[in-house]
């Protein structure tokens, strides 16, 4: 076997000579598998014509703001000596928790204006999201970033993995683990669970979907960010994606908790739900 295969171009192309990098593209592939699922929920859940497509008009531009103030707010030692990166984020630097954070606070505001329920639009929302997360995990891959620590070939190679994840996986002479498949195949499971539950009859109640997207990736993200080498920590001793995943956990359990003890009847089972908004097609 060839050990020494070039590392994947992080550039896909030049479009008039700016370059076009793989990492943005699995981005964007993502976002629109997403809006895509979405979407398709909302009109079954009877939503506003177009909601989907107008809170992703304002949540994703928002979200990417979200996830680079993050990444900077815990990098501030770097950028308060180099300000002028700040916005530099074609050169990295944002954080998945940020994005997320961000985006549910965009929604918020944007379902109120619409009338329609915040948990309602997060369950339509949550599948296709981690799905996006799935997909955006391989950017990191082609930009050999968010790995783990120093393995062994032979390590990667009883993982059973494909030759190109293994040679990608040789940064600089040393071999890897590959904590962006990690990531990549538990959002992928979690996301096929979600869809399953999400269809069976009399199981979830309305923000429930939501719920048991954050306590799936809070879990898995906990683990995972134990193994990388490049995490963002708070006072340089808690890995702040951990804290974090703790506290996420932590919360939607209480409020999955909180809310069927008190047995809400305002909050439906998901499969019940049907809110009627749909405008009808023009003849």
């Known amino acids: 076997m060839n050990q020494f295969i070039a590392a994947i171009n992080p550039v896909a ?3 008039g ?3 076009v990098a793989w990492y943005g593209i699995l981005i964007g592939i993502g976002i629109v598998v997403a809006m895509s699922l979405a979407s398709r929920e909302g ?15 304002w949540t994703v531009p928002i979200a990417i703001v979200g996830a680079r103030i993050y990444y900077v707010v815990f990098e501030w030692q770097y950028y308060i000596l180099h300000p002028e990166q700040i916005i530099q984020i074609w050169n990295g630097g944002i954080a998945i928790y940020g994005a997320l954070i961000a985006g549910g606070i965009t929604v918020y505001f944007f379902t109120k204006t619409k009338q329609v329920p915040f948990f309602l639009a997060l369950d339509v ?11 955006g995990r391989w ?3 082609i930009n050999q970033e968010a790995h783990g620590s120093e393995v062994s070939r032979q390590f990667l190679e009883k993982l059973l993995l494909p030759e190109f994840i293994i040679n990608q996986m040789n940064i600089n002479g040393t071999y890897y683990h590959p904590t962006f498949l990690y990531e990549s195949l538990w959002s992928l499971i979690g996301f096929v669970v979600i869809l399953i539950l999400r269809r069976q009859k009399k199981i979830l109640r309305q923000g429930e979907v939501f719920l048991t997207y954050v306590m799936w990736y809070s879990f898995g993200r906990f683990f995972i960010e134990g193994m990388r080498t490049d995490s963002l920590y708070l006072f340089d001793v808690i890995r702040v994606s951990q804290l974090l995943s703790i506290i996420l956990f932590a919360g939607a359990a209480v409020v999955w908790a909180y809310r069927r003890y008190n047995n809400y009847p305002k909050d439906p089972f998901y499969t019940d739900i049907d809110l009627g908004m749909k405008n009808p097609e023009s003849n």
């Not at 009109?43 to 008009?57: E, N, R, S, Y």
């Not at 929302?125 to 997909?135: E, R, T």
């Open 17 to 19: 000579g700016i370059p």
């Open 43 to 57: 009109d079954l859940k009877g939503m506003p014509q177009d909601f989907v497509v107008d809170m992703a008009f």
């Open 13 to 15: 192309f030049r479009l």
């Open 139 to 141: 950017g990191n891959f």
């Open 125 to 135: 929302l949550a599948p296709g999201v981690l799905i996006a997360q799935s997909i």
